[in-house]
């Protein structure tokens, strides 16, 4: 029982232009999300989070939209760059508790 | 401010074997995480600490697996016997007080094979 869900396995998208990452939950529960980037061999590392009662947080490049409504969640990348090129993990915490639940990643490649 | 550090990077073991990953979180940080991240998928969660006691260990397999935090600090994750779908990514997370920032951050990982 997958509660978070990233279903585009792969994403290649042209430097410069905006990359769009997009997540689905089916817990109600969750009160934050967030937004982890893995380069090969090193641990997740964080970019940015959303709580649920926000629809919308920005950080500089990055920006994570919310839809409570339809449980879902995207992360847009403006411009997107050569170093951007990494597996992204949504992940989700449920309220009260405090580990997180991750989906299964996306590989975004950005090319020249 | 250094990172969360673990040890070994890489292991390689037969079945039935037992292992040891080390853990030493960001200074200052009360609460550790460790997750298993098997090729494929997203991290998943082990154990949860807080300083030296168990928030949370439900989703870990306690007849081959178990971790301690002695001294509120550092941590080791221990499998005995090891099976081959033992085979993943070990990840170490800390991250501040309860009421803190909720973001977790995660060492290097230990790459274990089990064979």
């Known amino acids: 029982d997958q509660q978070v869900k990233q279903n585009s396995p792969s994403l290649s998208v042209q430097e410069g232009r905006i990359s769009i990452l997009n997540c689905d939950y089916t817990?109600?529960?969750?009160?934050?999300f967030l937004w982890y980037k893995k380069y090969p061999a090193e641990g997740p590392t964080f970019l940015i989070s959303?709580?649920?009662?926000?629809d919308k947080n920005e950080d500089g490049r990055f920006t994570v939209f919310l839809n409570k409504s339809a449980k879902h969640l995207s992360l847009h990348i403006v411009p997107s760059q050569p170093g951007d090129s990494a597996v992204y993990f949504c992940a989700a915490r449920q309220g009260g508790a405090d580990g997180l639940t991750f989906g299964k990643g996306t590989h975004l490649i950005i090319q020249p | 401010e250094a990172g969360v550090a673990q040890s070994p990077r890489y292991k390689i073991i037969e079945k039935r074997q037992s292992v040891a990953f080390w853990c030493n979180p960001i200074?200052?940080?009360?609460?550790l995480y460790w997750y298993q991240q098997i090729l494929g998928q997203g991290p998943k969660l082990l154990i949860q600490?807080?300083?030296?006691?168990?928030?949370?260990d439900s989703q870990l397999p306690k007849d081959r697996f178990s971790a301690e935090r002695l001294k509120g600090v550092d941590s080791t994750l221990k499998i005995q016997p090891a099976k081959l779908e033992d085979s993943a990514v070990y990840l170490c997370?800390?991250?501040?007080?309860?009421?803190?920032?909720?973001?977790?951050?995660f060492g290097p990982g230990t790459r274990l094979t089990v064979l």
């Open positions: 959303i709580s649920s009662i926000k």
């Open positions: 600490f807080q300083n030296n006691g168990v928030v949370d």
């Open positions: 997370a800390s991250r501040t007080t309860p009421f803190g920032l909720i973001a977790q951050y």
């Open positions: 817990n109600s529960m969750f009160d934050y």
């Open positions: 200074s200052g940080h009360a609460t």
